[in-house]
Every structure is written in structure tokens, then in C-alpha cells.
């Protein structure tokens, strides 16, 4: 990452007088031209329904407090990528109360599990009246916004209330940078009146400069989801703990089927059946996306001629859940978990895991879970929602793209048969992921100089 630019100081708020009821105006416009739009998703699709108050700035009134840190996510995926960032500002900054908005309802539930209720409110539109309401109620001393989400209304009431705002994790795609730039007489005063982008990577920064904001204003501090991937060398006994959660022994070769969907079972399990064949001690746990597949899944399992035992009886019998099966049978079993929340840990115990959702056309799961641990990792194609992750892996010779099911059993067989190689290619995965952490600490670090 590059050093920290120079802090030029607030931007000039020479002539901004706050949110400005010419925006409302062309708001209204485009809401006329849009109506029948607006319509549809109010009254058919049931969308932007909860929080019709909040988002008119009648958000709870709280106290003033001085070191009050308002932090909008969007949704769902910005939300959840906060909670590494929060978590090291209330352990550096422990003085400081933290608020937090964001726009949909996804969103909100998220939030509310994270933060607690009391603290999370929606983000208001970007009228001028439902702006002024929300600053007045929420009385904050610094914005934080997730990514890109500058709003001419709400930025130019920053700017006016000497409010600093700081973009944390801040991207701008190709296309979207394109689109700014098209009307950038008009949105690039939003974008100046930012007091710091702490941009995820060198070219987002570029694009950022590209739309008027001053190259001291931009900083490259990395992406902050690389903080929440555990990075830490699994020591002898974690791992051992984490097979005796799933009733296996020492001596197993485990593979892991994270996340999957539908059809990736079948092709886990007949790559199992053909690679026990040359691996008797290799054992299979397969964890489906969705708990309502766990019937299906177990019917799968079934038709290939393998014993099942669920997960939910080895939490309460131990290995002792697998006495009930014939001797034979018991080191041929498929662990199918049906428990929520535990995978993460799971991955502790494999030696080679398969992340799911990618040899079908849905977007794949997450390998840095696996990888960080330094596990051989798999997945198929379709990984478009881990890109990213997926490059930095294949870069560092870290994980392995099989191209359809056929080519799933081959790959396994190469990297179980090989332990030197797959440790080292795990090892190389965790390194590159480890030397992309730090991002939040920059963050943290800048965010703490304004209070």
C-alpha cells in the first residue's frame, strides 16, 4: 500500500449552503418520469416499504455526543464487510458511540443482528427536508460510507455542518466511473466534498481522481474483507479438535464439501466413491448451502450406497454415533451437517475442501475461509462473486479451478496423493491472503484523527 498522503484539511465549504431544495426538484423529476416504476416495486413487489419514516429523516433523537461515528452500508454485502471495521473502533476509539444506516431492508436485518436495534436506523432519501431531519436526530461527529455512496444532498449538509466524511473501502467500476464522468459538472462536487477515499486498490483510486477529487484526498488502504479471512497457522491441537467435532480420527484424509447446491453432491459423491477405491482412509462431509436440501442431500447420499450420519448426532454422541452402523460401514459413512454456523471451524479438520455454488452458474461461495487456514481449495468455473479472491489465489498458485464435474475426482486424487504439494499450496494461499490484510487498521487509524 502507498503512505498516507498529506491530510489536506476539510474541503473549502465556500459557498455550500447544505442540502438544497434544487436537488429536490430534479429528484421530483426523475420520481414523475419513473412513477410507474415506483409503483410497481411499492405495491407488487413490496419493496421499499419498512422504514418509510427513517428514510424521511424521523429517526430516533439522540443526545449530542462528541465522538458519534454514523457508518452507512447499502446492503447485505457492505453490511456484513463493517463488522471488522467496527469491531477495531470500538477496541481503538473505546470512548466513541457508533450509529449505523443502511438503504435496504436486507440490509437492515443484518445490521440489527450485528448492532443491535437501538443503533441502526435507514438511510435517509437525499431530499433536502429528510437530510436536514436525520442530521438534526442523529447528531453525529463523523460519516463513515461504505464503498460509494455520496449523495450531492446529504454530502453537501456534511460539508455545511463541518461533519467530515470519509469512504471506507471505496471501488468504482469501469462502467460506473464512465457514467459519472458523463455528468460530472454535476456530481463532482459530491464526490470533492469527501474529506478522505480510502480506496480498496490503485486503479479505483485512479477513477476516483478521475471525477475532480483531489490526488491528496485519495489514499490506497486495501480492502478491509481481507481482515475478517483467519490467517493464523492452525496449530496441531485446533485441528484435532475440529475432527473430534466430526467424530473422525486422526489418520482420515477429509475432504470438505462447503456451501454446496444443487448437483454439486452427486458429483462430490461420485468422486468419492471413485477415489476410495485408491484412498481407503478418505472420509467425505458434505455441508449443503441450505438446511431445507438436508432430506434431498441424505436421499443422494443414500442412492450411491453410502451410510449417513448427521452432524446434530455427532454433536451429541460423538464417535459413538457411528457404532450404530454396521463395522464395515463406519469408515465409509458421509458426515452431512445439518447445525448451522459451524463450517468455518470445520474447514480446520480437512485436507482438501471444495467450496460450492461454482460448478453451477450461480457465483460460488467463499474460499478465503478454507484457504486462509493454508487448505488445498477447489471450486469449479462459475466463482464470479469471489473474484477477487479468486485471482489473488491463482496468482499465488493457491487453489485449483476444475472446469466441470468430470474433473473434480482427478484433481482431488492429485492433491491427496500428494501431501508435500498441497500442503505448500495451502501455504502459499494463506500467504497471499495474509499480505493483504491491514486494511481496516488504516482505516481505523485515519477515522481516530478526525476525533
Known sequence: ???????????????????????????????????????????????????????????RERAPHPRRIWIHAVSVGETVATKVLVERLRKEIPDAEIVFSTTTQTGQEVARKLYGEANVFYYPRDLSG???????????????????????????????????VVVVNGRITERSAGRYARVKSLLGPSFRRVRRWLMQTEEYAQRIKGLGVEPARVEIAG???????????????ERAAARAMLGL??????????????SEEETLLDAYKTLRERLSNLRLVLVPRHPHRLDEVQKAIAARGFPVVRRSVIKERGSAAFDVLPADDRTRAVILVDTMGELKKMYKAADAAFVGGSLIPHGGQNPMEPAGFGIPTLYGPH??????????????????????????????????????????MGARAREALLKRQGATARCVRYIKSLL
Open 130 to 164: 429528510a437530510v436536514k431531519r436525520s442530521f438534526d436526530r442523529v447528531k453525529h461527529a463523523l460519516i463513515v460510507l461504505l464503498e460509494l455512496e455520496v449523495w450531492p444532498n446529504f454530502t453537501a449538509e456534511a460539508l455545511a455542518r463541518g461533519v467530515p
Open 1 to 59: 500500500m502507498n503512505s498516507s498522503p498529506q491530510d489536506p484539511g476539510p474541503p473549502s465549504a465556500a459557498g455550500c449552503a447544505g442540502a438544497s431544495r434544487g436537488w429536490d426538484l430534479l429528484y421530483g423529476f426523475i420520481l414523475t418520469l419513473g412513477f410507474p416504476v415506483f409503483l410497481y416495486r411499492r405495491y407488487v413487489l413490496k419493496k421499499d416499504v419498512e422504514g418509510r419514516a427513517e428514510k424521511r429523516g424521523y429517526v
Open 383 to 424: 466463482m464470479h462473486n469471489f473474484s477477487e479472491a479468486v485471482e489473488i489465489l491463482r496468482e499465488a498458485n493457491g487453489g485449483v479451478t476444475i472446469e466441470n464435474a468430470a474433473a473434480l475426482a482427478p484433481a482431488l486424487e492429485k492433491l491427496l496423493a500428494d501431501p508435500t504439494a498441497s500442503t505448500a
Open 249 to 262: 480420527p486422526e489418520d482420515a484424509a477429509v475432504l470438505i464439501g462447503g456451501s454446496t447446491h444443487p
Open 223 to 237: 480492502n478491509i474483507k481481507y481482515d475478517d479471512v483467519e490467517t493464523a497457522t492452525l496449530a496441531p491441537e
